[in-house]
C-alpha cells in the first residue's frame, strides 16, 4: 500500500499517538466505570482482529507512532495475542516506536512472556488498592492476588510496569504512602488519575469521591521533596519527581484542559470510531468506508474520515 500523507490537524499539530480499544468487555466490574449489569455490543458491531490491523497499520503509515491498546479489558479479547503479534512488524520496520496497553492486570501472569515476544516493553497497569477486600468491592468481580501476580510475571518477562490509580476520597486517600512507597520498592513509576463522572452505573452514592490531585501532591509534598518535570507525554499527564526516592509520579486530570496546544492524541473506540479529543464529542466513524473498501486510501469514494471530523486524514 503506498504512503499517505502525514495526519496534522487543522491546529498544526501532528497525530503521533493512538489509543486504540480493542473490546468493550471487562472481566472486572470497576465501580465507577461499569454498572454490574452491563450489556456489551454484539460481536459484529466490533472491528475484527483484521480489521484492527488495517486500522492500526493505516495510522502508523499517517506517522502514528505510538500504539496504546486499551479496553474495556484488552486480555480478555479472544485471540488478542494474534493481534499484538501483527504490530510487531511496525515495531520491527522502525514505523511504530512503541506498542504498549493499559490493562487491569488480570491476564498478565498468562500473556506477560507473550506481550514481550510481540515487542511490548512497557505496560499500565491499573490499581487502586492494596487492601485485598477493598479491591473485592472497588472491582466487583476482581481478585487483588491474581492482579499482583499479574504484575510479578510481567517484570519477570522484562516489561516495565507503571500503576495506574484513580484517586478516590474516603478510599484510597489512607493509602497514599503505602501506593508510593509498593511502587518504589518494586521500581515502579505511579500515576494518579482524577475521577471522572461517567453517567448513570446506579452509583450516585459515590460520586462524592472526587479527590482532588491538588490536594494529592501537596500531601506528597508534606513528606518528599517533589520537583516539577517539564516533560509532557502530549497528554493530560503532569509528572513530578520524588527526590527521595526517584519514584516519578503522573497527575492525570482528565477535566482540566490546560494542554491542548501539545496533544498529539487522537482514540479509536472497538467499533471504529475515531475521537479527535477527550474533551469532545466530535467523531468519525472509520469504520463504515473501512467496510466499504479494500482500497486504504479511498475508502467508499469519499474522505474515509469523514465530515464530522476536522482531522486531515488519508
Ligand atoms: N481495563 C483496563 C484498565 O482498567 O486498566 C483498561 C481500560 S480502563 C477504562 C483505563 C483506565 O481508565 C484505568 O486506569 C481506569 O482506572 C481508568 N478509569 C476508568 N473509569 C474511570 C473514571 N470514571 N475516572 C477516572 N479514571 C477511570
Ligand atoms: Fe473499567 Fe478497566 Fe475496571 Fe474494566 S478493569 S471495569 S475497563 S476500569
Redesign the pocket.
Known amino acids: 500500500m503506498t504512503q499517505t500523507a502525514p495526519l496534522i490537524d487543522p491546529f498544526r499539530r501532528a497525530i503521533s499517538y493512538l489509543r486504540v480499544?480493542v473490546t468493550d468487555r471487562?472481566d472486572?466490574r470497576?465501580v465507577?466505570?461499569?454498572s454490574e449489569n452491563m450489556s456489551f455490543l454484539p460481536k459484529k458491531e466490533l472491528l475484527t482482529l483484521e480489521e484492527l490491523d488495517r486500522m492500526c497499520s493505516a495510522f502508523v503509515r499517517m506517522g502514528v507512532e505510538k500504539l496504546r491498546i486499551?479496553?474495556?479489558?484488552?486480555l480478555v479479547r479472544r485471540d488478542i495475542m494474534t493481534f499484538f503479534r501483527a504490530m510487531t512488524r511496525h515495531l520491527d520496520s522502525g514505523a511504530l516506536k512503541e506498542l504498549t496497553?493499559?490493562?487491569?492486570?488480570s491476564q498478565l501472569a498468562k500473556f506477560a512472556g507473550d506481550l514481550h515476544d510481540a515487542g511490548v516493553r512497557r505496560v499500565?497497569?491499573?490499581l487502586?488498592t492494596l487492601d485485598a477486600d477493598k479491591f473485592a468491592q472497588i472491582t466487583r468481580w476482581g481478585r487483588l492476588a491474581q492482579v499482583l501476580d499479574g504484575i510479578e510475571a510481567a517484570q519477570k518477562a522484562g516489561l516495565r510496569v507503571k500503576i495506574?490509580?484513580?484517586a478516590l476520597k474516603g478510599f484510597n486517600e489512607v493509602e497514599l504512602f503505602d501506593l508510593q512507597a509498593w511502587c518504589a520498592a518494586r521500581d515502579m513509576d505511579l500515576t494518579f488519575?482524577?475521577?471522572?463522572?461517567?453517567g448513570d452505573l446506579g452509583n450516585e452514592d459515590r460520586l462524592d469521591q472526587y479527590w482532588s490531585l491538588k490536594d494529592l501532591r501537596a500531601r506528597l509534598a508534606e513528606r518528599f521533596t517533589l520537583t516539577d518535570l517539564n516533560e509532557r507525554s502530549g497528554g493530560p499527564a503532569r509528572y513530578v519527581r520524588i527526590e527521595e526516592t526517584g519514584q516519578k509520579i503522573g497527575l492525570?486530570t482528565?477535566l482540566t484542559h490546560n494542554f491542548c496546544e501539545s496533544c498529539n492524541r487522537v482514540r479509536l473506540t472497538c467499533t471504529g470510531e475515531l475521537y479527535m479529543c477527550l474533551g469532545q464529542e466530535d467523531m468519525a466513524d472509520l469504520r463504515a468506508p473501512l467496510r466499504a473498501s479494500n482500497d486504504d486510501a479511498r475508502a467508499g469514494g469519499g474522505d474515509p474520515v469523514g465530515h464530522r471530523t476536522q482531522a486531515q486524514g488519508p
Open positions: 480499544s471487562c472486572f470497576c465507577y466505570c461499569m486499551t479496553g474495556g479489558e484488552p496497553l493499559t490493562t487491569n492486570g499500565n497497569v491499573s487502586d495506574n490509580a484513580v488519575i482524577e475521577v471522572m463522572p461517567m492525570i482528565p
